[in-house]
């Protein structure tokens, strides 16, 4: 029986961090027991019968902490569900469309056989790490762009398939 999901994440400023504990919150409350963790901090993914990753998009990369967990936990996770999702647009394209995931994201999806991947708008704000945040925040275009009404339809929607999963597996 499905009982125990992890959500780890790849975060600078912390915008991930919080979709990825907004995409927890709404698994436990569909009775699922589910962590957010980093993934930096993850030592091991043995005890979840199921994962999520997230990681903040910079320059069309998925965030190094996404990307490092995924080849460290490569062949585990491809035989478990999972989930992806990124977050990155300083605008509200996610919000109307469909963002498909980035080359990189694109082949983890494949190699490890996940079933879904979602892109959310991200956020960027007064006091973000980096030259290059600092410098799109000052020029007027950051902002905050998450839209937690889809991160949580989405989570429901996750919430859904795992419960299916667990009912009939």
Not at 21 to 39: D, F, N
Not at 55 to 78: E, M, Q, T
């Amino acid at each position: 029986m499905m009982s125990k999901v992890l959500v780890a994440y790849g975060t600078t400023n912390g915008s991930t961090a919080r979709i990825a504990e907004t995409i927890a919150e709404v698994l436990r409350k569909k009775g699922l027991s589910t962590e957010a963790v980093p993934a930096r901090a993850v030592k091991n993914v043995d005890s979840y019968d199921a994962v999520v990753v997230g990681g903040g998009l910079y320059g069309g990369r998925w965030h190094k902490d996404a990307r490092r967990f995924v080849r460290r936990y490569g062949r585990a996770l491809a035989g478990r569900p999972l989930w992806l999702f990124s977050s990155g647009p300083l605008d509200k394209s996610a919000t109307y469309k469909d963002i498909p995931p980035v080359s990189g994201v694109r082949r983890v999806m494949t190699r490890l056989d996940a079933r879904e991947h979602v892109t959310f708008g991200g956020c960027l704000e007064d006091g973000a790490k980096g030259f290059v945040a600092r410098k799109i925040v000052s020029s007027g275009k950051g902002g905050d762009f998450r839209d937690f009404e889809r991160i949580e339809k989405w989570a429901t929607h996750v919430g859904a398939e795992l419960l299916s999963v667990a009912h009939t597996g």
